[in-house]
Nanobody
Framework: EVQLVESGGGLVQPGGSLTLSCAASGFTFSNYTMSWVRQAPGEGFEWISTINSGSSSTSYAGSVKGRFTISRDNGKNTLYLQLNSLKTEDTAMYYC?????????????RGQGTQVTVSS
């Protein structure tokens, strides 16, 4: 059974940092491109970042480029997202997802999410 379990969210002040983790199991993690998506309250899903299986290629949404960093440890079957210079508009539920380029990101298999709240 495929499982993606996110952790590391919390309440942080504007300008602060967080590191999100996603523990993967039930599939060969090292073979898959992985991504992070988020959903703000009352909003649709937003694609954040993608990393290929070997970490040689990453991409970011314009809204987070230069502030967020995606990485992975295939030996630990874990995906990470480093969030720096957080803004109130980054408040959302963050999900890691198995990337499926044949489908829209809203439909990618994802975990249960971890909440990030940016507030003073």
């Amino acid at each position: 059974e495929v499982q993606l379990v996110e952790s590391g969210g919390g309440l942080v002040q504007p300008g602060g940092s967080l590191t999100l983790s996603c523990a993967a199991s039930g599939f060969t993690f090292s073979n898959y491109t992985m991504s992070w998506v988020r959903q703000a309250p009352g909003e649709g899903f937003e694609w954040i970042s993608t990393i290929n299986s070997g970490s040689s290629s990453t991409s970011y949404a314009g809204s987070v480029k230069g502030r967020f960093t995606i990485s992975r440890d295939n030996g630990k079957n874990t995906l990470y997202l480093q969030l720096n210079s957080l803004k109130t508009e980054d408040t959302a539920m963050y999900y890691c997802a198995k990337t499926d380029f044949g489908r829209r990101y809203e439909y990618w298999y994802r975990g249960q999410g971890t909440q990030v709240t940016v507030s003073s």
